[in-house]
């Protein structure tokens, strides 16, 4: 499935490093979703936008920092992360927000240091 | 109360035989209801979304909505090994539109 992409695919990273995920759709969507899955967690979601507007700040840290230049790209900038960051980061796309089923890319598995 | 609840697994059923996969939700104006596949290592992947009352039909896949008593499933017809994986069931709430997941339920079919 091409229909949105991630890189890295992995990372590591010491809790000093300065780092951003990006995410790339080619579906045509106007949403677009970062979630974080952590082991023995349901996915949590993080950020949504909208017409690349942010919509959605689901209490997350201030390390972590969304941007989402056009309706087709996102990125996840990160700084000073903690150990407990390490996780799959998955970016998702809707056709809009709200009804419609998301599609997810293949995620960044993430290993803070 | 989870907003999103599903029975962890490990379901084991044999190949060839019908795994029924389960998923309640505890809020009442949800509209839209999706399952998920996810093996693993990989990210979820949407197998079947149903947004009314009663059975939707996909090939080996039937998702079964019944809002009333807030319950959906997913039954997956002659079970095959490929179909060894975690299913994820998500729910859009209704007012603001996220998409809640359950933790997932892991079935393993048996050759």
């Known amino acids: 499935e091409t229909g949105v992409t991630q890189t890295p695919r992995h990372l590591v990273m010491g809790m000093t490093n300065k780092k951003s995920l990006k995410c790339e759709q080619h579906?045509?969507?106007?949403?677009m979703y970062w979630y974080k899955q952590s082991a023995k967690k349901p996915l949590e979601l993080m950020f949504v936008?909208?017409?690349?507007?942010?919509?959605e700040n689901n209490s997350v840290p201030s390390r972590f920092s969304p941007e989402c230049p056009n309706s087709s790209h996102l990125f996840l900038h990160l700084h000073t992360l903690q150990p407990e960051d390490s996780a799959l980061y998955l970016c998702?796309?809707?056709?809009?927000?709200?009804?419609?089923?998301?599609?997810f890319g293949p995620g960044t598995r993430l290993t803070v240091t | 109360q989870k907003e999103v609840e599903q029975n962890s697994g490990p379901l084991s059923v044999p190949e060839g035989a019908i795994a029924s996969l389960n998923c309640t939700y505890s809020?009442?104006?949800?509209?839209?209801f999706f399952w998920y596949r996810q093996y693993s290592g990989k990210s979820p992947e949407l197998i079947m979304s149903?947004?009314?009352?009663g059975d939707k039909e996909d090939g080996r896949f039937t998702a079964q909505l019944n809002k009333a008593s807030q319950y959906v499933s997913l039954l997956i017809r002659d079970s095959q090994p490929s179909d060894s994986a975690t299913y994820l069931c998500?729910?859009?709430?209704?007012?603001?539109?996220?998409?809640?997941f359950g933790k997932g339920t892991k079935l393993s079919v048996k050759p």
């Open positions: 149903i947004y009314s009352n």
């Open positions: 998702a796309s809707s056709p809009n927000r709200g009804r419609n089923e998301q599609y």
């Open positions: 998500a729910v859009i709430r209704g007012s603001q539109g996220n998409l809640i």
């Open positions: 936008y909208n017409f690349k507007e942010q919509t």
């Open positions: 579906l045509g969507h106007n949403a």
């Open positions: 809020d009442r104006g949800s509209q839209s």
